[in-house]
């Protein structure tokens, strides 16, 4: 082959000749766009290409002198080539030849204005030869790439000056392609250096090399020279637009390109057709200062077949012989050079290579053509209900036999991709090799499989476990994904297929309940059975196919392509009468291929698109897709969404598609990622920024992080979080919880967390949009939980694994400036935002009213343009409701928007539940959804163009997806009620509505998965009730209920529930109705209801206490009518009285009970809180029948206390009711005691401060309650009366100590944040003395005494250091722990003192227990905190709460030995003890980690020196395996289960940090209290942390503070007093973040991995060299010098 012989000069390009292009370019702007020379019918053609064609248009050639080789855009479908090579005749000719005239439009432009893609002002002709069609599309672009663009340029595009890249911006790090689309293009990333001739050299080895192999490859490719490639020197980031600085003018750059090209190629025609001419692509900075003008070279390549055919394309290099010639491929990524044996295999693949290149071409070029042959046509008409495409609700479910064997995988590709494309709610599969299935797996094709046995109840896997046949079936309805089920055998189980005699004996069973249990899921005449027979073996089908036609009458379609398959199966079905005679529903003859064509045109095909995660090192990596289908529950959003769909290789697509998804959303569907792609779509709220400061303030959290955005229904809360996804994409993994499953969900995210990053910095980013409470406090405690068990080496890992960025949907969300809420109101940047999107939607309709929409029917948008006016709204509404004349239509309209509006989650209702008000006879065989006349049977097809604007049709997730209807807004659907109910001469009442709409049997009849759907959102509109800011109930009822009640009578609402409850049979709706009689008073039927609902489900906590609520209700009117009465009662009067108390307190203690049954993570404490209020009640009432209060006191602390008047209580109906309030002591310590415990010893976490404000609410009750409770049973003065008794003189001091605190150790903690706490701690410490001292001594006495001297010593160093009842200490908790079992209150106090002052330790004066004892004595504590909280058994449940930890093993003797913490805020910190300032105090102690890492073994001394082993548990499991079974450093934590090792370490942290020499904790780690040795220095980056989350925790503290004194409570002196302290420890944590910027000009102390990291310096550095030279060469071996 011949080249020009040209002469290239690589150190110029100022005189380097000129190569002459099909464009020009005028002056020396390289943005200024080009002149096309090209006719409309050209242009026509190219804005009609095919998406998947990647269509790419070059202008017709100018003539000139000097030119060497000319390049051309290629025409844009292949049928116009004939008609191209024509015109090439004259292209030499003048341009103006060629530009039809402005007042003779061309064909093509006015089929192209017809289409609605241009309006008239658009279709005219310019001057310049540019039809005005193409400036539509130029216009869009602009507006489209107004802002530097963070993408790449859609393959194709010609840019003008408004394109531009954005500097540093981080582009998609895929470089090749994925599977076989040969049009789909390659792009290549290469940063050359132009400021040197090699750097010339490169970028011309690089274009031309690149060019050869992608057309040797027949592969669409671009090329892009300045942006960062995978392996560069001098770079980090793959994929980061930089920019190349050229020197000289860019058309300078330009000829050196086309040169270089004419040199390279011989077949100088063929690369003028298919490589593009330089592009230039200027790369904005941002930075105004920076005056440099940087670009990106850009060359396209499309290798058409029409010109490819079968050539191979060599390119002479310089420096070889003249005859020698060099072929270029891509091969794994990579531009390589063939040598002989390579080439020679080339040839033997080129022929079949370029037939596939037009095979895809003519792929691409048929989906624009609808085949219209009368099989095609039959086929479609019954695969879409008498439809040409996919309209409204459809269910279909594929059949399959076994393929043909002359049927394998490269067959299958060609002809049966169409069955991933469709969605299947199931597959029937009778292929026992499974080769479909396996083909779909092998094409990521998401299913789940299941054998036909799983559906038989009476099969050996159903009947050994009894909830499984239940488990499938609720996976099922509840799935996405379909269920591919092999009904006669299943190979990969080694289950082989069997003849039809004995599948009708072994199998049968199973298949028909599979069909039953689909029939009874889908609704009634949707479903569509699609037969695809793909061979003869037929003879098990049939047996099946009778089940089939039985379940599904009427509801199938065969399709074969042969007839001497099809024909036998039909006449046998026939023959068998299973089928009447003359159905014709079958399509017999049509190739597969026809097949797949067809559907091609009727469906979108699956999206492939390329997903990328971030890295913690800056870079992205792929997650295949694969991978991706194991993440069920969460949607992943992609760092590059949508950059490599294939729609942004197609201009004009790309058009039609921002036009879709604008009017999509601003119509009011929910928005999507396009929404964000495309520019200017969604406006930018002001609270976007705060909450994005929020969510990286999250960062620092423990192990889970969570955000929470309050918003009104309708405010853009959920837009405005994806909003904030979209912006973090690219440095965070970002995602939606779809779904919340127990155990699954969590694991899935710690998944994603890890994959492929082994030492993740970053956390994951995930959106949970109005979650249910329950599932998401489950899911936040499971992924904390597992958080806590991953290793975290030398801080480099994130902290917190994953922030949750949380929306709840509120009705009023409160106006506290503190909380991140939106409402119904814009502000005024964002109001003018609207008003101006407003402005651009109406030109735009008026310029092209058949492409755009009317901006008056973008109802949502509108709302908040108006800025949710509710005169507006009503206006809106009253308009298009006027419109409807349908009665029907207006029928369905009234009972959308009833659910809609008092639906508090806003869901989307079933479409196809509404079949029985809009079809005639829905329920007959007769009635059919396809054929001409089934157009009326189709009714969600042909809604009214009104209806449609205030309805919106979407998917809906239930067992795959379904079609659903909702009203766009919920501030619209309270309107359109409003609306209808006023339709009459008189306002129709809310509960006539609702009614009407529960008793509608026509809804409500037929079952299927619709109809429950749409059961379980109307179970709710009666029974969930919206919060308050507060975390309180927003009203007394559901808002349907309380509506009726507020404007009707209470009757009213009594039937409505009374109708759910027949409907339903739900107990919680039974439980409102017992709500609503309470409220009115009606005791026996609130009685009656609350007795159903308990009786359906008996182990619900809080229906006990619905059922306690009407004894506490009626126990206050007793009290009120007590008040009103002046005279005093007989005391025998009281006995109904104390009776409805009793039956009170006796529901309150079910409540108790079977919550420490209920697997739930939410503790209900109502049992306690409810049997405390009765008694306090209960005493107020009796307080009208005794003479006195002391009276009362004196008789229920009494237990011998029975004067003659209060006999008659020992017998009145046979119940000894004073004996029963003799006991009212016991239950009221009980009660207390359980509360007070759980608020210390537990925690619980919560999805929003909902919890906390639980938790504050739960102890500000108890406060009160205590109050009450004190007058009774404690005592006001500390003197005791010397004619008591003793052991009376020891109760006395008792309830004393009740009233001054408790005997918990709660209680007794509080105190030290009182003014006079010291005092008072003090006094109980000299009151429990004396019960000491006497022989009336009890477990309460030396409980209370140890807790006092404890809260003494953590208040008063001095106190501690010269405490000296220690060695008394250590013998009262040996008492305790032998008194413990005569309590009758559970306390965990014994063991925990027992064994931590007992415990062997340093400077240890005395062992009075042996070790021995100490272990029995913390198995004993184990089960007896097992036995006081049951739901806490099992490690690791999502629904255990976490046992709180307070006292330390510290350094020091005596008192001081014990370090203690406990935080009142309700979040405690269980790292506390890693703070520098507490580890300076802790005692650290050495062992040996076991082999699962979740047990320390400890050597325990004592004695004459003897030792003992002992294992405690770890604080969390340690996973570093390196770990296992070697001596670890740890200190120990004395939790309420037990002594925990902490901080476990391989290292002695003690060679880093010493103590002072009074032992006493350091007030600031950067003081004088910490000393250096020759190894330590000042702080290490793991103390800066660790003082951080000090500093960190305190500010949490004050701003929980304020939050209290935000609500009007009372502060503590020490709340007050933190308060002030607030600027100070602001300062400080300032100033520590000064230190540490400073760190590095600072001789710090450096850990283990730092000092090796620093000595791996100088190898990295080689290393990194080393590379760059492997590269340089590389280069040279590939592409030699010209």
Request: glycine share 4%; aromatic share 10%; net charge neutral.
């Amino acid at each position: 082959m011949a080249s020009a012989s040209v002469k290239l000069d690589f150190t110029s390009v100022e005189d380097s000749e000129c190569i002459s292009l099909k464009s020009e370019r005028d002056g020396i702007n390289p943005h200024q766009p080009l002149k096309h020379e090209i006719g409309s019918r050209q242009f026509a053609s190219l804005c009609s290409d095919d998406i998947s064609s990647n269509a790419q248009y070059f202008c017709e050639p100018v003539a000139e002198k000097d030119s060497c080789v000319e390049h051309h855009m290629d025409t844009a479908n292949s049928c116009d080539s004939l008609q191209n090579q024509e015109e090439n005749k004259t292209s030499q000719t003048d341009v103006s030849e060629n530009i039809p005239s402005s007042s003779a439009p061309n064909a093509e432009d006015s089929k192209y204005k017809s289409e609605g893609l241009i309006s008239d002002s658009v279709s005219e002709t310019v001057e310049t030869g540019q039809t005005s069609s193409s400036k539509a599309i130029e216009e869009s672009l602009i507006t489209k790439f107004k802002e530097p663009s963070e993408i790449l340029r859609p393959f194709g595009y010609q840019p003008g000056f408004e394109f531009e890249y954005k500097k540093d911006a981080k582009l998609s790090c895929v470089e090749t392609r994925s599977g076989g689309n040969l049009l789909q293009p390659i792009h290549r990333f290469v940063m050359p250096a132009l400021d040197s001739p090699e750097g010339m050299k490169e970028l011309a080895n690089e274009a031309i090399a690149f060019a050869s192999a992608c057309l040797n490859d027949r592969a669409n490719a671009t090329i892009h020279f300045g942006i960062v490639p995978e392996v560069s020197s001098g770079f980090t980031v793959h994929g980061q637009i930089m920019g190349l600085h050229l020197k000289k003018n860019w058309e300078q750059y330009e000829k050196f390109l086309n040169k270089a090209f004419a040199y390279g190629f011989s077949e100088l025609e063929i690369v003028q057709n298919c490589i593009s001419s330089p592009m230039f692509i200027r790369v904005a900075s941002g930075d105004s200062s920076n005056e440099s003008l940087e670009y990106v070279i850009e060359i396209d390549v499309k290798p058409k077949y029409e010109y490819s055919q079968n050539k191979e394309f060599f390119i002479k290099l310089k420096g070889e012989k003249d005859d020698a010639e060099a072929i270029f491929r891509i091969i794994n990524g990579d531009v390589c050079r063939l040598q002989q044996p390579q080439i020679d295999f080339y040839r033997q693949e080129l022929d079949k290579l370029a037939k596939e290149r037009k095979k895809q071409e003519d792929k691409a070029a048929r989906k624009n053509c609808i085949p219209r042959d009368h099989l095609c046509e039959k086929f479609i008409n019954l695969l879409c209900d008498g439809d040409t495409k996919f309209q409204g609700d459809q269910y279909r479910i594929l059949v399959l036999n076994k393929p043909d064997e002359t049927i394998d995988f490269e067959s299958f590709k060609e002809t049966f991709d169409f069955l991933a494309d469709i969605e299947w709610k199931a597959i029937f599969d009778f292929d026992a090799d499974a080769k479909v299935c396996r083909f779909l797996q092998e094409r990521d094709y998401m299913m789940k499989i299941a054998m036909s046995d799983d559906f038989s109840p009476h099969s050996k896997y159903n009947l050994q476990k009894i909830d499984r046949l239940k488990q499938i079936h609720e996976d099922i309805r509840n799935s996405l994904n379909p269920t591919w089920i092999f009904v006669n055998g299943y190979a990969p189980n080694n289950e082989q297929k069997l003849d039809p005699r004995n599948w009708k004996m072994e199998k049968s069973d199973g298949f028909k309940e599979a069909v039953r249990f689909f029939s009874r899921q889908i609704p009634q005449r949707r479903a569509l059975v699609v037969f695809l027979l793909l061979s003869e073996d037929t003879k098990v089908v049939i047996e099946a196919t009778e089940e089939f036609l039985t379940s599904f009458p009427n509801q199938w379609l065969c399709v074969s392509e042969n007839e001497s398959i099809g024909n036998p199966w039909l006449q046998e079905l026939e023959r068998r009468n299973c089928m009447e005679r003359g159905i014709d529903r079958s399509v017999f003859g049509m190739p597969w291929k026809h097949v797949q064509e067809a559907i091609a045109h009727i469906v979108t095909p699956r999206r492939m698109d390329c997903c990328e995660l971030p890295t913690s090192t800056g870079t992205f990596i792929v997650l295949p897709k694969k991978v991706m289908n194991k993440f069920l529950d969460l949607e992943i959003l992609s760092s590059f969404e949508c950059d490599s769909s294939p729609i942004t290789s197609n201009i004009q697509e790309l058009n039609i598609h921002e036009v879709k998804e604008k009017e999509m959303f601003f119509r009011g569907n929910g928005v999507s990622w396009w929404n964000f792609w495309f520019q200017d779509q969604v406006c930018s709220r002001d609270i976007l920024h705060h909450l994005k400061k929020d969510v990286k303030e999250s960062f620092d959290d423990d192990d889970v992080g969570k955000v929470i955005l309050r918003h009104q229904p309708g405010a853009g809360g959920t837009t405005t979080a994806k909003h904030l996804l979209w912006e973090l994409r690219k440095e965070y993994r970002c995602g939606i919880v779809q779904s919340i499953n127990e155990g699954q969900t969590a694991q899935q995210i710690i998944n994603l967390y890890q994959y492929e990053d082994n030492r993740p910095t970053k956390p994951v980013l995930l959106l949970l949009d109005n979650p249910d409470e329950e599932k998401a406090n489950l899911l936040v405690a499971a992924l904390s939980e597992m958080a806590k068990s991953l290793t975290r080496k030398g801080g480099d890992q994130a902290k917190c694994v994953c922030i949750f960025l949380i929306c709840l949907r509120r009705t009023e969300v409160g106006t506290d400036p503190r909380r991140l809420v939106l409402q119904h109101q814009l502000s005024p940047v964002e109001r003018k935002w609207f008003l101006d999107m407003d402005k651009q939607l109406l030109a735009k309709y008026k310029q092209a009213p058949d492409r755009f929409m009317d901006p008056k029917l973008l109802i949502s948008f509108n709302i908040l343009k108006e800025d949710f006016n509710k005169e507006f709204i009503q206006r809106t509404v009253k308009s298009f409701l006027d419109s409807i004349s349908d009665k029907k239509e207006l029928r369905l309209l009234k009972y959308i928007s009833l659910v809609n509006s008092f639906d508090l989650e806003c869901r989307s209702l079933p479409t196809s539940a509404f079949d029985g008000i809009m079809i005639d006879n829905p329920w007959s065989n007769r009635t059919l959804r396809r054929g001409r006349h089934a157009y009326a049977s189709r009714w969600e097809t042909h809604l009214s163009s009104e209806f449609r604007v205030l309805v919106n049709e979407a998917s809906k997730p239930s067992m795959g997806y379904i079609h659903a209807l909702k009203v766009i807004n919920p501030l619209l659907s309270k309107e359109i009620l409003l609306c209808l109910r006023d339709a009459g001469s008189s306002r129709i009442p809310v509960s006539e509505i609702a009614l009407e709409f529960y008793k509608c049997t026509d809804i409500f009849y037929a079952p299927s998965k619709a109809r429950d759907d749409l059961l379980e959102i109307s179970k709710d509109i009666l029974k969930k009730r919206g919060r308050l800011p507060n975390g309180r109930p927003e009203t007394n009822f559901a808002p349907l209920i309380q509506t009726i009640v507020n404007e009707e009578i209470p009757e009213k609402a009594s039937a409505v529930l009374e109708i759910g409850i027949q409907l339903t049979s739900d107990p919680f709706i039974a439980q409102q109705m017992a709500r609503l009689f309470i409220k009115f008073q009606n005791w026996p039927e609130a009685i009656k209801y609350a007795t159903m609902a308990i009786e359906q489900k008996p182990d619900n906590s809080f229906l006990w206490d619905t059922f306690g609520r009407i004894y506490e209700r009626q126990l206050l009117e007793q009290y009120d009518k007590l008040v009103a009465g002046t005279n005093l009662l007989k005391v025998e009067n009281s006995a109904s009285i104390i009776d409805i108390a009793l039956k009170g307190m006796e529901m309150f203690r079910k409540v108790q009970e079977t919550n420490d049954r209920e697997k739930t993570l939410a503790t209900n404490q109502a049992g306690f809180f409810g049997e405390l209020q009765m008694v306090v009640c209960l005493l107020d009432c009796l307080t009208y029948f005794f003479p006195s209060k002391d009276e009362l006191r004196h008789f229920i602390l009494e237990a011998q206390y029975m004067p003659e008047d209060y006999a008659a209580l020992q017998n009145i109906d046979g119940n000894n009711y004073a004996d029963k309030l003799k006991q009212l002591n016991r239950r009221v310590q009980t009660a207390v005691n359980r509360l007070e415990d759980e608020l210390l010893q537990l925690r619980e976490e919560a999805i929003d401060e909902f919890g906390r404000n639980h938790i504050k609410n739960q102890s500000d009750s108890l406060i009160c309650l205590k109050e009450n409770l004190n007058s009774y049973f404690g005592e006001d003065g500390d003197s005791v009366p010397e004619f008591l008794e003793e052991w009376k003189k020891c109760e006395f001091r008792r309830r004393r100590i009740f009233r001054l605190a408790g005997f918990n150790l709660r209680s007794i903690f509080d105190l030290r944040h009182k003014k006079d706490g010291m005092d008072i701690l003090k006094r109980i410490r000299d009151i429990a003395k004396l019960n000491i001292g006497s022989d009336q001594v009890n477990v309460d006495d030396y409980q209370t005494l140890i807790s006092a001297n404890l809260a003494l010593a953590s208040l008063d160093s001095e106190y501690r250091s010269n405490f000296s009842e220690y060695e008394d200490m250590l013998l009262w908790t040996k008492k305790l722990y032998e008194l413990r079992d005569t309590s009758f209150v559970s306390h965990l106090e014994p063991y925990l003192f027992f064994v931590m002052f007992n415990w062997p330790r340093e400077n240890m004066r005395k062992q009075l227990v042996n070790p021995r004892v100490i272990e029995d004595a913390i198995r004993n504590w184990k089960d007896a905190y097992y036995k006081k909280y049951p739901k806490q058994k099992g490690e690791g449940k999502p629904f255990r709460k976490k046992d709180t930890t307070m006292f330390f093993l510290a350094n020091g003797s005596n008192m001081e030995s014990i370090y203690s913490y406990f935080a009142r805020n309700g979040r405690p910190l269980e790292n506390y003890w890693r703070l520098p300032s507490t580890m300076a105090k802790l005692q650290r102690l050495c062992g040996t980690l076991n082999q699962d890492g979740c047990e320390v073994k400890i050597q325990l001394q004592y004695g004459q020196g003897n030792k003992s082993s002992i294992s405690i548990p770890t604080s969390f499991p340690i996973r570093e395996r390196t770990m296992w079974n070697k001596q670890v450093y740890f200190v120990i934590g004395f939790s309420w289960i037990g002594p925990k090792a902490f901080d476990i370490t391989l290292d002695d942290p003690r060679t880093v940090l010493q103590t002072s020499r009074d032992g006493s904790p350091p007030r600031n780690f950067l003081g004088k209290d910490f000393h250096r040795t020759s190894k330590v220095v000042e702080f290490t980056e793991e103390h800066f942390r660790q003082e951080l989350e000090y500093f960190d925790a305190k500010l949490q503290r004050i701003k929980d503070i304020k939050e209290k004194k935000y609500q009007s409570l009372y502060l503590t002196h020490d709340e007050n007093q933190l308060l002030q302290e607030e600027a100070r420890i602001k300062k400080e944590k300032d100033r520590l973040i000064q230190i540490r910027r400073k760190k590095k000009y600072q001789s710090l102390y450096l850990t283990h991995d730092e000092n090796q990291l620093l000595q791996e310096e100088a190898r990295i550095k080689k290393e990194k060299d080393r590379l760059i030279q492997i590269r340089r060469k590389k280069m040279e071996s590939r592409i030699p010098e010209f």
